[in-house]
């Protein structure tokens, strides 16, 4: 099955600054990669997601980037501000109709210093 | 998009005891997903639910520690049986409309004594 590979655990970053998560998966099957945040307790929500006939999608301050030969993915952050707080998880399925649950990273503290 | 529940929203169980936890989405859903949650841990998918037939269970799950029911296309449970402080997590249920987001319950924090 697919596995998820996500670095690094923790991050620490000041606010205004970037911030980039990384992520690599096994399956070559694999075709849609979300990102999720999840504040303390709360559940997890969608950020961003891409699939993979896209390179590249941006929303805002947020934008991600897949490189399907080397099956990785990443989050960037900019402009940092504290309520990006939270912890991140990267995610990959086949999309196969909705059929297919998601296999999830270990997740990303990230930590805005003011 | 649709609104989707969970109940409970915790609860303190006894070590042997079993606990079922419900779900209900205000639309109808092919397929209902659980997700356990170890404190401080990532999510990790127990199974697959799909009215009509048996819940397929991800390696490390079996159904004789986590039923699985899905009688309609709205509804689903999932029962933690002979409970023991490893259970203690975050149990989630999911489900995605078509080949995109996966959209969350607000979880069930379970803690066994």
């Known amino acids: 099955g697919e596995n998820v590979e996500q670095h690094p655990s923790t991050l620490s970053v000041q606010e205004g600054d970037s911030a980039v998560i990384k992520c690599t998966y096994s399956d070559s099957a694999s075709n849609y990669f979300p990102w999720y945040k999840q504040e303390l307790g709360k559940r997890p929500q969608l950020i961003i997601d891409?699939?993979?006939?896209?390179g590249e999608k941006k929303d805002q301050r947020i934008a991600v980037t897949l490189n399907k030969t080397a099956k990785h993915f990443s989050l960037h952050i900019t402009e940092t501000q504290p309520e990006d707080s939270a912890v991140y998880f990267c995610?990959?399925?086949?999309?196969?109709?909705?059929?297919?649950?998601?296999?999830f990273g270990k997740g990303t503290h990230l930590i805005i210093q003011p | 998009s649709a609104v989707i529940s969970q109940k409970p929203s915790r609860d303190i169980c006894q070590r042997g005891t079993s606990l079922t936890i419900q779900c209900q989405v205000d639309?109808?859903?092919?397929?209902m997903f659980w997700y356990r949650q170890q404190p401080g841990q990532s999510l990790t998918l127990i199974a697959t639910?799909?009215?009509?037939?048996?819940?397929?269970?991800e390696s490390g799950f079996v159904i004789d520690k986590f039923p699985i029911s899905r009688p309609n296309l709205t509804f689903s449970t999932l029962t933690v049986s002979n409970m023991s402080p490893e259970d203690s997590s975050i149990y989630l249920c999911s489900f995605r409309t078509g080949p995109g987001e996966l959209f969350f319950g607000e979880g069930s924090r379970l803690t066994v004594l």
């Open positions: 891409i699939r993979s006939n896209v």
């Open positions: 995610a990959a399925s086949m999309t196969g109709g909705g059929a297919d649950g998601l296999t």
């Open positions: 639309s109808q859903v092919t397929m």
């Open positions: 639910a799909n009215q009509g037939s048996e819940a397929t269970y």
